[in-house]
């Protein structure tokens, strides 16, 4: 079941470290652009159902229309969103306003080409959702006069609590860019950033990283002594819920850490142990494991 959030926590700002990030207030919940005729997804997987679902969830009333080689696929999305189901890959492409290619990374050379071949002019405006592909390949592999923008959405915009980080092209326009901007903020926060870091923020802000530290947790706490649903139950609120209060009361982190572990205390001995153990070490490690992959996508 899909739950939606309380209250709007889109606007306003978050502390970190000393920096502030303002984020903007949220689109209105209705898409102001009225030109658009569909939003077309090539590819119906894992990231194109959470998208759509996040869209339902926040009333998107637009056509969301999307093209896969399943069709047991594209039935399970029309149950699931309402999407509209494309006839074949040219009627996809000639109906999109904007076209969102939600393939894998090893897929999208294929994708596009099948595109520049299918006989309808793709639109101005393209995203590409895939991993580690730069601008270039895309330029390269679509010579179609194309404005691409990268985007990568977090699967969590299934419930409306997305981050996006968004790149463009210089070419996309000041509308283009607002209209991917509305898009994305229909399922949660969009930060814009230079296409250097797109690798950097894809291996940082997936939530696969809450998952396997809670997952880490309590089977640590487990073994050490709780029942398995004790266990998820004190995990999860030590992350979820700390990470909340550190969000919602602004404090800074470092005063967080502090109010948390008493000097001497148990806190305080199980984060020098972690530490002792290497998990800065560990977590550096991940990181750049993650950006090698996606760097590797960009000689696909
Ligand atoms: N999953 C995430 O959380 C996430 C988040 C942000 C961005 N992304 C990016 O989004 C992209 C899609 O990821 P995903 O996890 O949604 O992948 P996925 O679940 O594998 O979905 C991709 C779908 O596209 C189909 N497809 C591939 N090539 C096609 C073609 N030429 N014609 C028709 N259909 C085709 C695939 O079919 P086959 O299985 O037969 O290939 C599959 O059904 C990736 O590039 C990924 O980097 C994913």
Redesign the pocket.
Known sequence: MVVKPRGDWRAGKLRCFGFTVHIREAAPRQDQDTKMKAIVFL??????S?LAAGLRLAKYRRRIVV????PE?LRALRRESRIEIARDLSSAVGQAEMLIV????G??K??IH?VARCGASPPKLCVS???GIPFRNLRTWLPAAVHWVRA????VCRIDRGLTPVTFERTVTVSERAQVRQLFEQVGLVLEIPERQMDTITATHSPSHGYHALATLARAAESAGLDKRTALIAAAHALADGITYWRDSELDLDHLLHEAATPGGIAAATMAAMDEGGYARAVTRGLKAGIARAQRNAKL
């Open positions: 590819g119906g997987g894992r990231i194109t959470a093209y896969d080689r399943h696929k939600a393939v894998r990374p897929s999208v294929e994708m099948e959702l895939a991993a990568m959405p977090s699967p």
